[in-house]
């Protein structure tokens, strides 16, 4: 499997982004796809996953009704629209796959397959 993030950019607190996964790579859409993200000094955070289906996905806490995942497996592709977004959001995001297709997983740990990484920064 492998999974590309980009979207990211400079944006001032209260914007919106959309940050897209691309991926590609034998049953790819079968996977649950994470969406993890890593400031500077911090551990890999987990931010939403999402099932093939779609269905139940899942936030942490701190993005929670702020933050919405969906994908598209026509076109292979998982999107993350970040809606008021606040300079504590200001991380590196991942998409990341665990090899699951049914589990969701928090710790960062549990991945198996990573793309590159986006930048996102918020200022106040």
């Known amino acids: 499997v492998q999974l590309q993030a980009s979207g990211g950019g400079l944006v001032e607190a209260g914007s919106s982004l959309t940050l897209t996964c691309t991926g590609s790579g034998r049953r790819f859409n079968e996977y649950v796809i994470g969406w993890l993200r890593q400031a500077p000094g911090k551990e890999r955070e987990f931010v939403a996953g999402i099932k093939w289906s779609g269905e139940d996905p899942l936030y942490g806490d701190s993005v929670k009704d702020r933050f919405t995942i969906s994908r598209d497996n026509s076109k292979n592709t998982i999107f993350l629209r970040m809606n008021d977004l606040k300079p504590e959001d200001t991380a590196v995001y991942y998409c990341?796959?665990?090899?699951?297709?049914?589990?969701?997983?928090?710790?960062?740990?549990?991945?198996?397959?990573w793309g590159q990484g986006t930048d996102v920064t918020v200022s106040a």
């Open positions: 990341a796959a665990p090899l699951s297709t049914h589990t969701y997983f928090i710790s960062w740990r549990w991945y198996n397959y």
